[in-house]
């Protein structure tokens, strides 16, 4: 299994914070944003980790984090652009991912759970992480059957059919490259990853896990400052990085 941490983009929610850094820079509590998905692959037992970077902030990262030795795993990076959608990271991340699977998790995301036995069990097709929020039309929605079984995903529906969302953790078999690659990039001009879902959903080799612990996507000033309270107060005892 090999990871990879996206954290492109330039954060204009995030405004005037952003302008100098980026956003999985900033601090939450006394660690760097990006340090919390970087716990939950380490935490996993990955130890090949590509971490994909705007060029403007690529020295930046590279100062922080160095090669990963300090952390008991290696380093690889790659530049995004400009923002094309989070299905592009498997097209930058080609080479990087070769035949192996592959554990995408987005560089603004925190999650409570240990999520180590989800990511080492997988052996094929595709796995998501599902939780349920009180706004999930600003996400990919999961609408489940009376089995608990996923039948559908939607990109930001005005009429969710669940209060289930998709979270920023992503696993796949190699394919995931190929079907990346064929996907119309979406009005936006992105690579959805909703359709990659959709792509092994439809082939029925999706998993759809069902998250307890908290998650936190800290994307605006006010998750931000959730996130803040809550790395200060649940997470400390939950980093080994």
């Given amino acids: ?15 005037p914070c952003t302008k100098i850094t980026s956003k999985q820079l900033l601090p939450i509590y006394n660690r760097p944003m990006i340090y919390y998905p ?11 980790i590509l971490i994909i970077v705007a060029p403007e902030r690529a020295g930046d990262y590279l100062n922080l984090l160095g090669s990963g030795k300090e952390f008991g795993v290696k380093f690889t ?22 035949q192996e699977n592959v554990t995408m998790i987005l560089g603004d995301n ?16 595709g796995r998501i992480f599902a939780k ?27 009429q969710p059919k669940s209060n289930y969302c998709v979270t920023g953790l992503y696993i796949y078999d190699h394919r995931v490259v190929e079907v990346a690659k064929n996907i119309k990039p979406s009005d936006r001009g992105e690579i959805e990853i909703t359709d990659v879902n959709n792509w092994f ?8 896990k069902k998250i307890k612990g908290e998650w936190i996507d800290a994307g605006t000033f006010d998750s931000l400052l959730k996130a ?10 939950k980093m080994v990085i």
């Fill in 201 to 208: 959903l439809q082939e029925g080799e999706l998993d759809v």
């Fill in 38 to 48: 970087l716990n939950t692959l380490i935490k996993a037992g990955i130890k090949e």
């Fill in 228 to 237: 803040q309270n809550f790395a200060k107060d649940k997470m400390q005892e």
């Fill in 132 to 158: 349920e929020v009180p706004d999930p039309e600003r996400f990919g929605v999961v609408d489940f059957d009376a089995n608990g079984k996923a039948i559908s995903i939607e990109e930001k529906p005005k």
């Fill in 1 to 15: 299994m090999r990871g990879i941490i996206l954290s492109g983009g330039s954060a204009t929610r995030l405004r």
């Fill in 110 to 125: 925190i999650f409570e759970d240990d999520l180590k036995d989800e990511i080492m069990s997988f052996e094929k097709g």
């Fill in 77 to 98: 990076y790659e530049i995004q652009d400009k923002p094309r959608g989070l299905a592009e990271a498997f097209i930058i991340g080609e080479n990087f991912i070769d």
